[in-house]
């Protein structure tokens, strides 16, 4: 350790300048990044839909309802932004699709947006939705352009969803329809059949087909109200608007904001940059000039002349 303090010292004004000019670097460039950074953030409530207007049964096994809402769409909005279609269309609908077009990389025009979103949540049922960039102009357009494709998603997979299942119901209405016109036609060919009065072995017969016809007519009411709720039910979701409510819209920014972790990180990176260039030329530093001995040459011991090589030496030394 004696050896690398010296090192230091012998180096002091070299090391002094290093870490000036890292950290120096490193904090105006975290400065930079701090006040040219503008953040527009909205803030929206969500609600569960209700059970009542749900397209599935809460008593399906795979709903999942471990997640509060806010989670929940947290995690609907992270994965969208992971995709390069959503952020495209983010981009289109907020005016940079010539700047988009101009890019020489679309995928690192798209991954950069994709870095400047933040999604997170705020309690069980409130979550922000932010972004971050160099013009405080186009904070609030994106963020507002996020909100509308993702509910243009969201329409669209609850409209292909309702239409699925509107099919399913619809065929398995036809099947229960036709089972409610056999009995009814049983039941019509036995009544004319058997003429009253009749026995009680009969009208245990005649009891069974009304039963039956009974419970065709029940699975088919039944049917008939799941196919109502299945296209009625996401529709009033739409427009009451109680399930994803923008609570307070983006606004554009006043003062630069939102750039704080990011400068954080890069005065963090310069600091340990500078730390690690002075360890190394230290290190390096204590190599050169001290460097290392083998130790089999140190522990060797030397071999004392023998007799005559003495006399040959002292003759030669004469």
Known sequence: MARYLATARRYRWLLAAILTLVWCAGLGAAYVEYRSTFESTATVWVLRASPELAQTSPDDPNVTLAQT?????VDLLTQL???????RDVVERASLGPVLAAATDESSYLDDVRKRFHVKALGTNVLTVSFAGRDPHIGPQM???????????VAAARVAATSALSALYQKDYEVAQAQAVDAQQ?????????????????????????????????????????????????????????????????????GPRGGSRSAISLAAVAFVAG????????????????????????DRPRRKPAVGEAEALRSRSA
């Open 186 to 254: 049983q039941l019509r060919d036995w009544s004319a059949s058997h003429p009253p009065p009749l026995s009680d072995v009969d009208q245990h017969l005649q009891a069974q087909l009304r039963l039956t016809l009974d419970l065709a007519q029940v699975r088919l009411a039944d049917l008939k109200g799941r196919m109502d709720k299945a296209a009625l039910g996401p529709a009033l979701i739409e427009i009451s608007g109680l399930e994803f409510q923008v609570v307070d819209a983006p606004r554009e920014p006043t």
């Open 69 to 73: 809402a806010a989670s929940q769409q």
């Open 81 to 87: 932004f992971q995709t390069d279609s959503f952020v």
């Open 275 to 298: 730390l690690a260039l002075c360890s190394l030329l230290v290190l390096a530093g204590t190599l050169l000039a001290d460097p290392v001995v083998v130790p089999a040459e140190v």
């Open 143 to 153: 963020v507002n352009a996020a909100l509308a494709v993702r509910a243009e998603r």
